[in-house]
């Protein structure tokens, strides 16, 4: 039976980075011969999707934006060279929507790398819409019987984070300090460790933050706003240091302080971008420790393929509040006062 495209559809649109977000009507896009037609059912709100709102990052924008790149939905069109999915087949729609395949980085799999990608919500609209047209490779494949509403998160913070763990080179039985362990990442990425054998402290603010991170298995929590000394806080619980940090908290002071709680040859792993940020490190301390400093960004398509197996097997849970897509701005407002516990996830229908 072939599937009715409506010509227009529901999307929130921004005409300038900082501008109205609108609720409103845009035609459904023309899929080229290299992409799938997604009908999006629901699609997680990121930071990053605060971020592109703003113009928080110096790179290009394209302007007017449907923002969004945490999307699942059903595959209601498939272009004409496109191999490997079908109609009704359901499909993620993440960051990454299309590198070239053919420099250093896209051959040897580490495409997150590739200098010519295109990013879904950032140069491409993205998945605050009911359809949207995604490049068929980097488009994630999904189990069919996977839950589409709690599946999104997975497909940017579950990434980003499981990446970020394996970038760690933390091994079972070993300490991963988690900053922001309460919010969007955090709490995603305090299950993937404890999924890969890992001990978990978890840093935030408030008792609050503390219960939830608790509850999601870490073994430890440090209160930033009652804590004297979160480093020697940390180095305590954790006998000698965290062999690994993982910075998922927006927060500049954060990430200055994980080089200091970190283990000997333990390996710091930068994630979240608070805008401008720097680090800044005592060469040193940083010899003599044998530190190890890494950026993670993202993950590559077969990461995709293993943080998603984690969820469908039950081993992640996503903590989501779901909504209507005309709350994006009211969402935006907690995610920058910090208010959020868990992910908000929209409801493409409402
Ligand atoms: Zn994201
Ligand atoms: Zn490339």
Redesign the pocket.
């Not at 990446?163 to 039985?173: I, R, T, V």
């Not at 996503?318 to 910090?338: D, H, L, S, W, Y």
């Given at each position: 039976m072939p599937i009715e495209i409506p010509q227009t559809q529901k999307a929130v649109i921004f005409e300038t980075n900082g501008g109205p977000l609108n609720y409103t009507d845009i035609p459904v896009p023309q899929i080229k011969s290299n992409e799938i037609l997604v009908n999006i059912k629901y699609s997680g709100v990121?930071?990053?999707?605060l971020h592109a709102w703003k113009g928080d990052w110096q790179i290009p924008y394209k302007l007017p934006l449907v923002g969004g790149?945490?999307g699942a939905g059903v595959v209601v069109g498939v272009g004409e060279n496109v191999q490997g999915w079908a109609i009704g087949d359901l499909a993620g729609v993440k960051?990454i929507n299309s590198t070239c395949l053919n420099c250093e980085h896209c051959q040897q799999s580490n495409e997150t790398s590739c200098a010519t990608k295109t990013l879904n919500g950032i140069n491409m609209d993205g998945t605050f819409q009911q359809y949207c047209a995604t490049d068929a490779i980097q488009a994630a494949k999904l189990p069919a019987d996977i839950d589409l509403k709690s599946v999104g998160p997975i497909l940017?913070?579950g990434i980003?984070v499981y990446k970020g763990l394996k970038s760690s080179d933390a091994k079972p039985g070993q300490w991963v300090a988690i900053s922001g362990a309460a919010g969007g990442l955090g709490s995603l990425a305090i299950q993937y460790a404890k999924a890969l054998g890992l001990r978990v402290v978890g840093i935030d603010g408030g008792a609050e933050k503390g219960e939830f991170v608790k509850s999601l298995g870490a073994e430890a929590y440090v209160d930033f706003t009652t804590s004297k000394d979160i480093a020697k806080d940390i180095i305590a619980v954790t006998n000698g240091g965290a062999h690994a940090a993982l910075n998922v908290a927006s927060s500049e002071q954060a990430i200055q302080k994980s080089v200091e709680y970190v283990r000997q040859s333990g390996t710091v792993i930068l994630i979240a971008l608070p805008p401008n940020a720097k680090l800044t490190v005592d060469v040193l301390s940083t010899v003599v420790k044998q530190i190890t400093i890494r950026g993670s960004y993202v993950g590559t398509k077969w990461d995709t393929t293993e943080a998603i197996d984690f969820f469908h097997r039950g081993l992640i849970k996503c903590p989501i509040k779901v909504v209507g897509m005309a709350e994006v701005e009211r969402v935006f407002k907690e995610m920058e006062e910090g208010k959020i516990l868990g992910r908000y996830v929209l409801d493409t229908s409402k």
């Amino acid at each position: 039976m072939p599937i009715e495209i409506p010509q227009t559809q529901k999307a929130v649109i921004f005409e300038t980075n900082g501008g109205p977000l609108n609720y409103t009507d845009i035609p459904v896009p023309q899929i080229k011969s290299n992409e799938i037609l997604v009908n999006i059912k629901y699609s997680g709100v990121c930071h990053s999707d605060l971020h592109a709102w703003k113009g928080d990052w110096q790179i290009p924008y394209k302007l007017p934006l449907v923002g969004g790149h945490e999307g699942a939905g059903v595959v209601v069109g498939v272009g004409e060279n496109v191999q490997g999915w079908a109609i009704g087949d359901l499909a993620g729609v993440k960051l990454i929507n299309s590198t070239c395949l053919n420099c250093e980085h896209c051959q040897q799999s580490n495409e997150t790398s590739c200098a010519t990608k295109t990013l879904n919500g950032i140069n491409m609209d993205g998945t605050f819409q009911q359809y949207c047209a995604t490049d068929a490779i980097q488009a994630a494949k999904l189990p069919a019987d996977i839950d589409l509403k709690s599946v999104g998160p997975i497909l940017c913070a579950g990434i980003t984070v499981y990446k970020g763990l394996k970038s760690s080179d933390a091994k079972p039985g070993q300490w991963v300090a988690i900053s922001g362990a309460a919010g969007g990442l955090g709490s995603l990425a305090i299950q993937y460790a404890k999924a890969l054998g890992l001990r978990v402290v978890g840093i935030d603010g408030g008792a609050e933050k503390g219960e939830f991170v608790k509850s999601l298995g870490a073994e430890a929590y440090v209160d930033f706003t009652t804590s004297k000394d979160i480093a020697k806080d940390i180095i305590a619980v954790t006998n000698g240091g965290a062999h690994a940090a993982l910075n998922v908290a927006s927060s500049e002071q954060a990430i200055q302080k994980s080089v200091e709680y970190v283990r000997q040859s333990g390996t710091v792993i930068l994630i979240a971008l608070p805008p401008n940020a720097k680090l800044t490190v005592d060469v040193l301390s940083t010899v003599v420790k044998q530190i190890t400093i890494r950026g993670s960004y993202v993950g590559t398509k077969w990461d995709t393929t293993e943080a998603i197996d984690f969820f469908h097997r039950g081993l992640i849970k996503c903590p989501i509040k779901v909504v209507g897509m005309a709350e994006v701005e009211r969402v935006f407002k907690e995610m920058e006062e910090g208010k959020i516990l868990g992910r908000y996830v929209l409801d493409t229908s409402k």
